[in-house]
């Protein structure tokens, strides 16, 4: 079963603007780079192909950890309309703690003050009963900070 979460947030620049910054995903998911308690201490770290994450069917590797356990994960970006929408999805087998396979993506939309940003996740639980388990109690939490994260950070380059 999937879940999802996401939030909506309104920026002071213009779809165009915001788009140029959350395609450049290494600043998207900076949140990722830095320790944090959420990720139990440990970090993320990416590595590109010669897309950058900024076309169709470029992958975006991440790696490192939490809670002490070893992550990685490939994502590939699925579709990207300049500037109104960016998808991209796990791709393989992921190593994760407490999501499996997900999708994520942005929305824009133009309002009179600026842009109206939606980030959301769509999620399944780890397959084996721990991951499960962490999963039901974890996740929820995981999915709103990441996507929250996403949204206030590219808020506050406007601010």
């Not at 994502?75 to 929408?85: K, L, M």
């Amino acid at each position: 079963m999937k879940r999802a979460f996401e939030t909506v947030i309104d920026v002071a620049t213009s779809p165009q603007q915001l788009f140029a910054r959350l395609d450049e995903h290494a600043r998207l998911a900076a949140h990722m780079q830095r320790r944090s308690a959420m990720m139990g201490g440990g970090r993320m770290t990416y590595e590109f192909d010669e897309g950058r994450g900024q076309a169709v069917g470029s992958h975006i590797r991440m790696g490192g950890s939490a809670f002490g356990l070893s992550l990685a994960v490939d994502e590939v970006v699925t579709e990207r309309d300049p500037p109104r929408r960016k998808v991209w999805r796990t791709a393989g087998e992921t190593r994760l703690m407490i999501l499996d396979a997900y999708e994520m993506g942005f929305d824009l939309v133009a309002t009179p003050t600026g842009s109206r940003l939606r980030v959301w996740i769509t999620y399944e639980l780890p397959k084996g009963l721990a991951g499960r388990l962490l999963g039901l109690v974890l996740a929820p939490a995981y999915a709103r900070w990441c996507v929250g994260r996403m949204a206030r950070d590219a808020a506050e380059q406007w601010g």
